[in-house]
């Protein structure tokens, strides 16, 4: 089955600083989702990244996908206490929805 | 961690008939979540069940095509009204623990092909 190793598992960035978080895929990735969860609440969906060497932003955040090293970057440009929260990767293989262990940022103001 | 069980596991239904998707999780819980995913979008969040109270819904789905129960503090349904093609998809239950560490966990989802 696929796996999906987060890297660091947890963070903790001065407001202001810039930070990425990393998933490595054990097997091709056709598609990756990025979601945050923040305490108390569901999965809220960042961004779906399907080829390879593509990058999509959403506000101060940004992915990318690359297909080769089976692995995505999530990058977040001077980080704010409002980016805190738990980030997940998550692959689809058959409808069948696999999740990293995610990664928990703290932003210090 | 914790163990959750979704029934049934699969399901085939007809037009215009409503569903039943039940999750049994095997510890207290106090945050359970049901989650859609159609084929080839995102895991989208349908709604937060709530213990003891109506359930807390996103934008866009409403209770009375996706009523919740949520009789206790291990268990949870979602049924899904009146089905079209459309509804067709994988339904999925999380909890978050009470620990504190924020981390949710998934159940095995149910897959429901509405024809």
């Known amino acids: 089955s696929q796996e999906l190793e987060q890297s660091p598992q947890s963070l903790i960035v001065q407001e202001g600083k810039n930070l990425t978080i990393n998933c490595t895929s054990s097997k091709t990735l056709y598609g990756l989702y990025w979601y945050k969860q923040k305490y108390g609440e569901g999965l809220i969906f960042l961004m779906m990244?399907?080829?390879?060497?593509e990058e999509k932003s959403h506000e101060k955040i940004t992915a990318k996908l690359d297909e080769k090293k089976q692995q995505s970057s999530l990058h977040i440009t001077a980080s704010q206490p409002s980016h805190a929260g738990i980030y997940l990767c998550?692959?689809?293989?058959?409808?069948?929805?696999?999740f990293g262990a995610g990664t928990r940022l703290t932003v210090k103001p | 961690s914790a163990v959750i069980s979704q029934k049934p596991s699969r399901d085939i239904c007809q037009r215009g008939t409503s569903l039943t998707i039940q999750c049994q999780v095997d510890s207290q819980v106090t945050m359970m979540f049901w989650y859609r995913q159609q084929p080839g979008q995102s895991l989208t969040l349908i709604a937060t069940?709530?213990?003891?109270?109506?359930?807390?819904?996103e934008s866009g789905f409403v209770i009375d095509k996706f009523p919740i129960s949520r009789p206790n503090l291990t268990f949870s349904t979602l049924t899904v009204s009146n089905m079209s093609p459309e509804d067709s998809s994988i339904y999925l239950c999380?909890?978050?623990?009470?620990?504190?560490?924020?981390?949710?966990?998934f159940g095995p989802g149910t897959r429901l092909t509405v024809l």
């Open positions: 999380s909890v978050e623990l009470d620990t504190g560490g924020n981390e949710q966990f």
């Open positions: 990244l399907q080829k390879g060497g």
């Open positions: 069940a709530n213990q003891g109270s109506e359930a807390t819904y």
């Open positions: 998550g692959a689809d293989a058959n409808n069948d929805m696999r």
